[in-house]
C-alpha cells in the first residue's frame, strides 16, 4: 500500500486524486496540505508538509510553484518523495528542483497524462523525418480561461522534444506581429489560446510542400492527470534519490 500525502487537496485537481485513490487498492490518502488547514476531506488536513504528522512514502503537488521552497525543504527533513505537477515553475525554480534530486526522488512532468507523453515520442520521430525535408513546425495549445501561464508547460516540452531531435536547431517564436518577413526555417511557433472551459488541447502541425501532417491530442476531462499522478506516485514510492519523468513510470508498468 502506498501512503499518498495530497498538497493541494481543496482544489479540484486534489478532490479528482482523492477520488480515484479511494478505488485504489494499493494506494491511501493519508493527509492533505492546504493553505487553510481546513477542508471537509476524509483525512486529516495541514497547512504545510512540516506540521504533517502521519507516516507516507510520497506527495503529490497540484498546487502552486509559489511555495516550492518550502516545500523542498520540507521534504529533504521528511525524507519524502514527490510528484510534482504544478506548471509555471521558472528557470531557477527548476535549478532548485534538480539540486534537491541529489537528495530525493522526484518526479516532474509538465503533463501527466498517458497519451501526452505517448505524443512526446510521436513528435520526436516525425520530426526527425520531416524537418531534414524542410517542413515547418507550430504548436498551437487552448486552454480554459483561467489558466493563468502561457504557453502551456506541455507546450513547451512539446517544443523542447522536437528541439531534442534536431539539437540547436529551433527558435521558440511567440509572437510575430512585430516581423514582416518571411518565416526562417529554423523556429517552431508556439501560440497559446485562453477560453471558455477547454480542458487542454495541443495540436503539432508539420506543413510542408503541398503536404500538412497535424498530430493532436485533446483532453476532455482532468481525470487523465489525475489517473498520470496516481501512476507516478506508486512508481516513485521507494525509488532512489534522482530525477524521473513519467515516461520512466510508463516504461516500468
Do not use: W
Not at 504528522?53 to 516545500?71: G, H, N, R, Y
Amino acid at each position: 500500500m502506498v501512503r499518498i500525502i495530497m498538497r493541494g487537496c481543496n482544489g479540484h485537481m486534489g478532490r479528482v486524486i482523492a477520488g480515484l485513490v479511494a478505488e485504489d487498492k494499493d494506494a491511501e490518502i493519508v493527509a492533505g496540505i492546504d493553505v487553510t488547514g481546513q477542508s471537509d476531506r476524509p483525512f486529516p488536513v495541514y497547512e504545510t508538509l512540516a506540521a504533517v504528522k502521519e507516516e507516507a512514502d510520497v506527495l503529490i503537488d497540484f498546487s502552486t510553484p509559489k511555495f516550492l521552497t518550502e516545500l523542498l525543504t520540507d521534504a529533504k527533513k521528511k525524507d519524502m518523495a514527490l510528484v510534482l505537477c504544478s506548471t509555471g515553475y521558472t528557470a531557477e525554480q527548476i535549478d532548485e528542483i534538480r539540486e534537491a534530486s541529489a537528495e530525493l526522488p522526484i518526479l516532474r512532468s509538465a503533463n501527466m497524462s498517458l497519451g501526452i507523453n505517448v505524443l512526446l515520442k510521436l513528435v520526436k520521430q516525425a520530426t526527425a523525418v520531416l524537418a531534414a525535408e524542410g517542413f515547418d513546425i507550430d504548436i498551437v495549445e487552448k486552454h480554459h480561461r483561467l489558466k493563468l501561464d502561457a504557453p502551456s508547460g506541455t507546450a513547451l516540452a512539446l517544443a523542447d522534444a522536437i528541439d531534442e531531435a534536431l539539437p540547436g536547431t529551433y527558435e521558440y517564436v511567440y509572437d510575430r506581429s512585430g516581423r514582416r518577413m518571411q518565416r526562417p526555417k529554423d523556429e517552431i511557433g508556439i501560440s497559446a489560446v485562453r477560453g471558455g472551459t477547454i480542458v487542454g488541447e495541443h495540436e503539432i502541425i508539420f506543413a510542408g510542400t503541398d503536404e500538412v501532417i497535424e498530430i493532436k491530442h485533446t483532453a476532455y476531462s482532468k481525470a487523465i492527470f489525475g489517473k498520470g499522478a496516481v501512476t507516478a506516485a506508486k512508481f516513485l514510492a521507494g525509488r532512489a534519490p534522482g530525477m524521473y519523468n513519467m515516461q520512466d513510470a510508463i516504461d516500468a508498468q
